[in-house]
């Protein structure tokens, strides 16, 4: 096989494992109303089901993409595939919500491994500039897209078989990666003098784990202060140690020198607020589409996927012109389209802007907000991947990918834990149930459904018509939230990236890195 030839079925290749580790965020969106009523989950443990997979991988992330900067990305690659592949299994057959709880932390080990190395391989593999931002914009891309796909495989899968497919489906596709990554990706010796620090992986963890829980704590009705104070306490002093153990470190997981450089950090931002943007739609318009409206798994996912649509096209046209546009329109530019297409949905949405005179009668008016959207978000996060890489030297590589890809578990995280959080309360707080009705229909629409089996006819009507009502508010309120964050972003990096070119972190190295 010709060099040209190998590259792009390398790109193919970690493109699979990409794909796979970002469908596995969302490919439970749609099937989370099953394995819920399954597995008999409770509020919290569906939160901590989604959240354990992007919160234990943006713990791992800095530590495995410094790892591989040791070892050589191939063998990282190679070992998470193994070790995504057996969690894929063990999901799969997970008896109750703490084993799956626990398979899906197993997962984001595997994950955590390859995707660094993912990012590595095609920085070094691509020594073309035009040809390394396309590869790098088909790369950024596979992150929105298997979000936007997830759900669509997630409902495919579910009207066919058992929740637990939805996990098993990974093994062939992991199976054929590992054999093709073993042929295809160029072996590199790694640096034997940069050490793997577990001790800061495990503060950065810690002050993850503790925010995140602080988040749900303080958004949920009744927080317990005491759980509260003892979260935030946790987080500050886990993210307090890293900070100071990595300005002792020789050789640091992460090197700040690479978040004070301007369009590095706008790369960061950008990245971040697209996946909390698409991760929050994404969670919150697939609940809505089968709880509300009744769609079945895959209607609500095939709808959703509308989202890449637009997303993949506009990254692959975003990597081709980003040499000669530069990043500022891209990513502002793709920002804006974003927030454009965020309150497009919530403008088409049935039944929930009726105070603006429009009433689509059917949910397939949420598309071409989607189909926005997608573009806008397509286009920033390419822009984002190729400034990052770009700027930074490419003997860190590894670390500068895994900032990346921290910034995008990060963005996720944030998305599905503040606007589930925000979907929760304000549906709790603004619910007013029937006369008669068991206070627990108060938790959740799920629980409410749950409960409406069990009442009369008109009794269950009433409940369920209130419950929608409720949803609905904190569905507009979600999305409200998703479009300024968007907005946000774009501001700022137009006010950051409006500034001189700066020169690249110091210690770039312009060559390509040679491998063997």
């Not at 489906?169 to 010796?189: D, F, I, M, T």
């Not at 317990?224 to 104070?229: E, Q, T, W």
């Not at 690479?258 to 739609?281: C, E, K, N, Q, W």
Request: hydrophobic share 55%.
């Amino acid at each position: 096989m010709s060099g040209g030839a190998q590259r792009w079925w390398l790109l193919a290749t970690v493109s699979a494992g990409l794909l796979m580790i970002t469908v596995d965020m969302s490919v439970l969106y749609t099937a989370l109303p099953t394995l819920t009523h399954d597995l008999g989950a409770d509020a919290s443990q569906k939160l901590w089901i989604i959240n354990a997979y992007p919160l234990v991988m943006a713990g791992l992330l800095l530590g495995a993409g410094t790892l591989g900067d040791r070892v050589g990305h191939k063998r990282m690659f190679l070992a998470g595939l193994a070790v995504f592949g057996l969690a894929s299994g063990a999901a799969a057959f997970a008896p109750s919500a703490a084993t799956l709880i626990a398979a899906r932390a197993l997962l984001a080990v595997g994950a955590a491994a390859m995707m660094p190395a993912t990012l590595s391989l095609v920085r070094t593999t691509f020594h073309d500039e035009r040809e390394r931002n396309i590869a790098m914009g088909i790369w950024g891309t596979m992150s929105v897209v298997g979000a936007a796909l997830g759900p669509v495989l997630g409902g495919l899968l579910l009207s066919h078989f058992w929740w637990g497919s939805v996990f098993l489906v990974n093994v062939p596709v992991v199976v054929v990666a590992l054999a093709a990554g073993a042929v295809l990706a160029p072996s590199a010796s790694g640096r034997s003098d940069r050490p793997w620090d577990v001790i800061a992986s495990l503060q950065i963890m810690a002050g993850l784990v503790g925010l995140v829980y602080a988040v749900k704590e303080i958004t949920k009705p009744g927080p317990d202060l005491l759980h509260l104070i003892l979260a935030l306490l946790v987080s500050a002093l886990g993210f307090t140690l890293f900070v100071r153990r990595q300005r002792r470190q020789e050789h640091p997981l992460l090197d700040f020198a690479l978040l004070r450089h301007p369009r590095i950090l706008s790369g960061i931002v950008a990245a971040a607020l697209a996946m909390f943007a698409t991760a929050g739609i994404q969670l919150i318009l697939t609940q809505r589409l089968q709880l509300v409206l009744d769609l079945t798994p895959l209607h609500a996912g095939l709808l959703v996927a509308a989202f890449a649509i637009g997303c993949l096209p506009a990254g692959v046209i975003a990597g081709g012109i980003a040499h000669r546009t530069g990043p500022r329109p891209l990513i502002v530019g793709g920002l804006l389209a974003g927030t454009a297409g965020v309150l497009l949905i919530v403008l088409l949405t049935p039944g929930v802007a009726p105070f603006l005179r429009i009433h689509p009668a059917h949910e397939a008016w949420i598309v071409p907000g989607l189909v926005v959207a997608g573009a806008g978000i397509g286009l920033a996060m390419t822009a984002a991947s190729t400034t990052i890489m770009s700027n930074a030297p490419v003997e860190r590589a590894g670390m500068a990918s895994s900032v990346e890809e921290v910034s995008y578990e990060l963005g996720s995280l944030s998305g599905v834990a503040l606007l589930g959080s925000a979907l929760t309360s304000v549906y709790t707080a603004t619910v007013h149930l029937p006369a008669g009705v068991p206070a627990a229909a108060e938790d959740s629409l799920d629980q409410a459904r749950v409960t409406a089996a069990e009442l009369p006819a008109p009794q269950a009507d009433s409940l369920l018509a209130a419950a929608h009502t409720a949803f609905d508010n904190g569905y507009t309120l979600t999305l409200l939230i998703a479009a300024a964050a968007l907005a946000a972003g774009a501001a700022f990096t137009a006010t950051r990236l409006s500034r001189p070119t700066p020169d690249p972190v110091a210690g770039a190295n312009p060559q390509p890195e040679t491998v063997a």
